[in-house]
């Protein structure tokens, strides 16, 4: 089994920052992928971020050039810096994580979501 466990989120005044990290831990043989995703109120989730083992990284359009993923391999933790913070990015996010187990299986893990409030 694999955890995941966010930390980060809160409420942010328009304009601010905010770090939001997520740890994974449990069986795991390596990390194939991770990333953060995002869902409003009445919205479908969304990817935000994603970073693979190999460092290559995406993001939704809505969000280059002000968020930045990055992870810290040795501790299983990825990072998301939230900067330029606007209304819109206000949402629950939750970590993803795509892994291979000792048991040779690649398998898909969700964190429990962390809220981040954008004040105006």
């Known amino acids: 089994q694999v955890q995941l466990v966010e930390s980060g989120g809160g409420l942010v005044q328009a304009g601010g920052s905010r770090r939001l990290s997520c740890a994974a831990s449990?069986?795991?043989?390596?990390?194939?992928?991770m990333g953060w995703y995002r869902q409003a109120p009445g919205k479908q989730r969304e990817l935000v971020a994603r970073?693979?083992?190999?460092?290559?990284?995406n993001y939704v359009d809505s969000v280059k050039g002000r968020f930045t993923i990055s992870t810290d391999n040795a501790k299983s933790t990825v990072y998301l810096q939230m900067n330029s913070l606007k209304p819109e990015d206000t949402a629950a996010y939750y970590c993803?994580?795509?892994?291979?187990?000792?048991?040779?299986?690649?398998?898909?893990?969700w964190g429990q979501g962390t809220q981040v409030t954008v004040s105006s």
């Open positions: 449990g069986s795991i043989f390596s990390i194939l992928a």
């Open positions: 970073i693979s083992s190999g460092g290559d990284t």
């Open positions: 993803n994580a795509r892994v291979l187990t000792y048991r040779g299986q690649n398998e898909t893990y």
